[in-house]
């Protein structure tokens, strides 16, 4: 019925949804018949049940429920409930027809007191159910270990990140997870994000634990020039010693793989200066090969080097062989791209990106009053397509065309709580967004670039972090009221899309039947 009001209302929505069909088909054959096509989430911002059966309180869940953190004053408590609401999504992903769903553990569910309490069973059991359910329709769990939110024990206990204890728990959790569930889970990741996390956490303050120092943000504690490099340096020796214990004790028998997720931005340079020209390959560096270097390379970039000297940690000779298991495949969060200004010969005001710590870079993302591409209603997304293509290239020719996974991309709307249903349904921009990053995936393939999967953010508008429910990603929209699901254009769109270029395996077929 939605779907009909919807089609009949919106004549435009009509011409985009065919011209988009026509545009991506096209490409058929650049995706192959094994790519993954699904959508992501997160624990935080999609299960909901934050005190339920056990679960411990996350650095999250203490975060949220300081006053001002949220610009809505909202939590995750109960967020889209998926914990108690997992079969009807699963079916509505069954309805889209994704072959795969991104999700990630609650390692606060699984142990409420890091590795110095015991393991809640009814966490795992949790989990289990989930897969269970998917594998039950056909569809791939794709696995991350932690998506920003970890047990605030660890926080309290000593410091999470910025302590080397850290390694030793993320060992402890990542182990239970493969011993658990490796045995249905063949794609795990470690991180999600680890660069927004770190940058976010303590050099902005405006994520969990909330440090910084200076003109970097507003907060009590914190060091915004060096904790952030001690808390990668930290993540990425944690991310280390997780795949050494997956290569050690699981990869053989369980025959998955792994790999960690990072946020990916592309940048132009703001002239044809070779000034700016180099201050994009710093702000890559600082912003990315920060931790893919270390994991795949074995070394922090040069360009950190040069401009942090002491202040960069360095990995010892034990370190380096440990690093040297790498990933498996790296996995990339794309949603926009900037203009980026050289800072480090030319004259910037103080203030952002004219620092050590940001490579002296300074991100823009508009020049001479133009946008680098069209404006939408989310203040850091600008649609620009060919930035994927180019993030991608540049990814498969600096780690040797690792495979890769496009593990989220996107785009949101502002809450807008007056609107009638058709006008929460008919997100035309979002469906011309995804057709076009999607033609830009297909044209990387098509150049050779070893592309495994897509996942879109997000099944559901969902907990949208300081946010809060102010921004929605959603293929389905949600009443927050009554959590009540409801296809938008884009799900139904999805849908053909993924169906003009993939089969499913017969158990999915059966069931959608
Ligand atoms: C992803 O993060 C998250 O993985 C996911 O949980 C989230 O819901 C989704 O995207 C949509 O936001 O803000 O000017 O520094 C994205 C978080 C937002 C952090 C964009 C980096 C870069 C531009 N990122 N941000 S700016």
């Given at each position: 019925m939605e779907v009909l009001v919807l089609l009949g209302h919106c004549v435009l929505g009509i011409f985009v949804y065919f011209s988009t069909i026509l545009m991506v088909s096209s490409s058929v054959s650049s995706f192959p018949n094994t790519f993954l096509f699904g959508t992501a989430s997160s624990s935080y911002q999609?299960?909901?049940?934050?005190?339920?059966?056990?679960k411990g309180l996350s650095n999250w869940d203490f975060f949220t429920h300081k006053p001002g953190t949220i610009i809505d004053g909202?939590?995750?408590?109960?967020?889209?409930?998926q914990y108690h609401l997992y079969e009807e999504d699963l079916n509505l992903m069954n309805h889209v027809g994704v072959n795969s769903y991104r999700f990630s553990i609650s390692w606060a569910r699984i142990l409420p007191e890091g590795r110095f309490g015991h393991i809640n069973w009814a966490g795992i059991d949790y989990y289990n159910k989930l897969i269970h359910a998917l594998l039950h329709r056909g569809i791939e769990p794709f696995v991350t270990l932690t998506h920003y939110d970890i047990p605030q024990e660890l926080e309290e206990r000593y410091g999470a990140w910025l302590s080397s204890e850290v390694q030793e728990d993320f060992k402890y959790y990542a182990d239970i997870c493969f011993r658990s569930f490796g045995d249905r889970v063949k794609y795990w990741t470690t991180f999600n994000e680890p660069n927004v996390a770190v940058i976010r956490g303590y050099?902005?303050?405006?994520?969990?634990?909330s440090r910084c120092s200076g003109s970097f943000g507003n907060c009590s504690y914190g060091d915004s020039e060096r904790e952030p490099l001690t808390a990668a340096h930290n993540v990425i020796l944690s991310h280390a010693a997780a795949v050494d214990v997956y290569r050690t004790k699981y990869q053989k028998i369980q025959g998955g793989s792994i790999g960690i997720v990072m946020n990916a931005l592309w940048y132009e340079p703001f002239s044809n200066s070779s000034e700016d020209k180099l201050a994009v390959e710093r702000a890559i560096s600082f912003y990315m090969n920060w931790f893919l270097d270390p994991i795949v390379h074995g070394k922090y970039p040069e360009e950190m080097r040069e401009i942090l000297g002491l202040d960069l940690p360095v990995f010892s000779k034990h370190e380096v062989e440990k690093l040297k298991?790498?990933?498996d495949f790296i996995g990339v969060n794309h949603y926009t791209s900037f203009y980026i200004k050289d800072c480090k010969y030319s004259e910037c005001e103080p203030?952002?990106?004219?620092?050590k710590i940001e490579g002296f870079a300074l991100r823009t993302p508009q020049k001479y009053g133009s946008f680098i591409g069209k404006e939408t209603e989310v203040d850091w997304i600008y649609v620009y397509p060919q930035g994927l293509e180019n993030i991608i290239m540049y990814i498969k020719e600096r780690y040797n065309n690792t495979p890769m996974f496009i593990t989220e991309n996107g785009y949101g709307y502002k809450d807008k709580p007056n609107s009638n249903v058709k006008d929460l349904l008919s997100d035309v921009e979002r469906v011309e967004y995804m057709a076009s990053y999607l033609k830009a995936l297909a044209s990387t393939i098509r150049k050779g670039a070893d592309v495994r999967g897509y996942f879109a953010w997000s099944l559901l508008d969902n907990f949208e972090w300081t946010s809060g429910y102010t921004l929605r990603f959603g293929l389905y929209h949600v009443d927050?009221?009554?959590l009540i699901r409801r296809a938008r254009f884009s799900a139904i769109w999805y849908r053909k899309f993924i169906a003009s270029k993939m089969k499913k395996n017969s158990t999915a077929q059966v069931y959608s039947m």
């Open positions: 999609y299960e909901g049940a934050f005190l339920s059966d056990g909202t939590t995750g408590d109960i967020a889209v409930d050099r902005s303050g405006m994520y969990p634990p298991n790498g990933v203030g952002p990106g004219n620092s927050f009221g009554n």
